[in-house]
């Protein structure tokens, strides 16, 4: 794909319109401080309780965190068409100094730790590839054992890991940390092309600002997704989309317009593909993460993607909060919709308490409103009631 020309670029940091809204959905879909440091104490506790383990200790155990949970873009999950208070966190319980057990034997060795936790023990059950730990009320931890991948780190891959297959009582090649290495690297090339390309001198702020924009555009589209399938069958897997989007990002700053730009890109691409189009892992190119995809479900991706492209289309064009609100629920849902527009009311009344605002349709300065004026702006900027329809 090719680099933005500079003629497209002539100002890398104004913003959208849109940016804020955006972000406050995210805000509202993602993992809150809060809840982040009780899950990092929580790990911390597990980390040592497996470490004091004298049948593990000569393996040397480290446990760190994999997934969305390592890339910031967790997202509040949805199930049978409800939001759900309790987030999936994943971790890895990397037996560093090696295994030379079966697959199953060290599944069951992290197994028998973990249940013998005097506190998180009762809460732990056993899946196909990880032991999930549920804290009641705010998050579900899954563990997956692993052990370093020899054969794979020989050949340059030094943090390549396998991970044992319950069903398959085999071995899986992973590589968690490899992968959001390349998520951020990626990010980050691409920002630079885009600012040499324009001839504009590239501060640290701006590649925070663009790794933030591309996380974002990962929660949205994952959120948009879980609205829309709804947890039927051929909903797109979390990694499918992120590969995607990361690989299609071209250094935006702007949460809309990396979004809009990615998602796209993305169309463009499945249009075009014949045939049923792989979606390799980029730290692992031998593993297909569309390997499940057939004409049927390709079909649904494509017809999701487009959606999703005319969403975002349909809400540049919003005009006032009313329509706004309306169409950020069809996308995310009114619930979110509604906290996300109450976020957007209370800055607004925030401003307008001091006779100042942003004049955010067209112009981009600062403008003085006067105190009559402010009560009918911030009037209709007050936050939107929990589900209600916007108007439409």
């Not at 406050?24 to 980390?47: C, N, P, Y």
């Not at 590839?129 to 549920?134: G, K, L, M």
Request: glycine share 6%; aromatic share 8%; charged share 30%.
């Amino acid at each position: 794909m090719q680099t933005p020309s500079s003629s497209t670029t002539h100002d890398l940091r104004t913003g959208h319109r849109l940016d804020e809204h955006l972000d406050d959905v995210a805000e509202v879909l993602q993992l809150d401080d809060a809840r982040r440091r009780a899950a990092e104490l929580a790990a911390s506790e597990l980390h040592a309780w497996i470490q004091s383990n004298p049948g593990l200790q000569p393996h040397t155990p480290l446990l760190y965190p994999q997934g969305s949970f390592l890339i910031k873009t967790t997202v509040r999950p949805r199930r049978d068409g409800r939001d759900r208070d309790e987030f999936d966190l994943d971790m890895v319980v990397e037996l560093q100094g090696g295994w030379t057990g079966t697959p199953d034997q060290l599944f069951e060795r992290i197994w028998d730790r973990l249940h013998a936790h005097p506190t998180y023990g009762r809460y732990a059950t056993k899946k196909r590839r990880c032991v999930c730990i549920d804290f009641p009320g705010e998050f579900h931890m899954d563990v997956l054992p692993a052990r370093p991948d020899a054969d794979r780190r020989k050949n340059g891959h030094h943090t390549a890991i396998e991970v044992p297959d319950r069903k398959l009582h085999d071995w899986k090649e992973s590589d968690p940390r490899s992968f959001a290495a390349w998520f951020e690297r990626r990010c980050r090339e691409r920002i630079k092309e885009r600012f040499v390309s324009s001839s504009m001198s590239l501060l640290p702020e701006d590649v925070e600002a663009g790794l933030g924009a591309l996380r974002k555009t990962v929660q949205l589209t994952k959120r948009h997704r879980d609205v829309i399938f709804n947890g039927d069958d051929d909903v797109p897997r979390s990694i499918v989309l992120t590969t995607l989007l990361a690989d299609n990002y071209y250094g935006r700053r702007s949460t809309y317009l990396a979004l809009r730009d990615s998602v796209e890109r993305i169309d463009a691409w499945a249009t075009a593909t014949n045939g049923i189009p792989r979606v390799l892992n980029p730290v692992n190119e031998e593993e297909n993460f569309a390997e499940a995809w057939n004409s049927e479900s390709l079909q649904e991706f494509c017809r999701f993607i487009r959606r999703f492209l005319a969403g975002l289309h349909e809400l540049d064009q919003a005009r006032g909060p009313q329509e706004l609100g309306r169409l950020l629920g069809v996308l995310f849902e009114e619930d979110v919709a509604a906290m996300a527009m109450k976020k957007y009311g209370e800055r607004q009344a925030e401003l307008f308490g001091r006779n100042e605002a942003l004049y955010e349709p067209k112009d981009k300065g600062r403008i003085v409103v006067p105190s009559a004026t402010a009560a009918l702006v911030s009037e209709s900027a007050r936050a939107v009631p929990r589900g209600t329809n916007f108007g439409g």
